[in-house]
């Protein structure tokens, strides 16, 4: 699995779009990056995942540049029940799901 | 409607006895794994059954047995709990099936809520 770099830590306005980044310069042709979400004491939520292009579903848009270098998951409006770890992954499709440490996204009011 | 779904939530336990966690996903997926995350919250795998045969066995002790019953089921079995034990499992699901729009492409994983298991 291609290594991903995420910011340990966000924060973000109630309301407000909130942009989260990360880098995966060794990801291969082959590999999607998938975006999870870990609220409290619950289990790992899927977001959305893309291969090249960009992708948006109800929950989020996943912008992926054009070397694929890097990515950005846009929560357009969030919430405080957003407020989770949110985990950007490179997989491929037969590797196995391998979380990193994720960013610690807090949603101030 | 819980799509995946184990029990119990909270197990406490000594040293030394012999626990299980059962696992349940009513999604139709043909692949389930389990997860483990410690007390620092880094999330790993530990097994990944498809269609009931094991297909992925990390670095894990002898004293935790998967065992799949049917396609819908994958629970952990833990003989001799330790301390080093304590930690929460999660459960998940996903499908490998290869369509033909997607081959290649293994489904997203659905995780349960975790079952947090205490060693005392």
């Known amino acids: 699995d291609a290594k991903t770099t995420q910011p340990p830590s966000m924060d973000c306005a109630e309301g407000r779009a909130a942009n989260l980044p990360c880098n995966h310069s060794t990801i291969s042709g082959n590999e999607y990056v998938y975006w999870y979400r870990q609220i409290h004491s619950q289990g790992p939520q899927y977001i959305i995942h893309g291969l090249k292009n960009n992708e948006t579903n109800e929950m989020a848009s996943l912008i992926i540049t054009e070397d694929r270098k890097s990515s950005t998951l846009i929560l357009p409006h969030a919430t405080l029940r957003d407020t989770a770890v949110y985990y950007c992954?490179?997989?491929?499709?037969?590797?196995?799901?391998?979380f990193g440490k994720g960013t610690l996204l807090t949603v101030n009011p | 409607d819980t799509a995946v779904s184990q029990t119990p939530k909270y197990l406490v336990t000594q040293m030394g006895n012999d626990k299980s966690i059962k696992c349940e996903q009513n999604l139709g997926h043909d692949t389930m794994y389990w997860y483990k995350q410690d007390s620092k919250k880094f999330l790993k795998i530990m097994f990944s059954?498809?269609?009931?045969?094991?297909?992925i066995n990390e670095t894990v002790p002898n004293r935790f047995s998967p065992k799949s019953p049917d396609k819908a089921h994958l629970n952990l079995h833990i003989n001799s709990l330790e301390l080093g034990d304590s930690a929460v499992y999660f459960c998940a699901s996903s499908s490998n099936r290869q369509g033909r729009r997607l081959r290649g492409y293994n489904s997203p994983l659905h995780f349960g809520n975790g079952t947090r298991l205490t060693v005392t």
């Open positions: 992954i490179a997989k491929g499709p037969r590797d196995k799901l391998t």
């Open positions: 059954y498809n269609n009931k045969e094991l297909i």
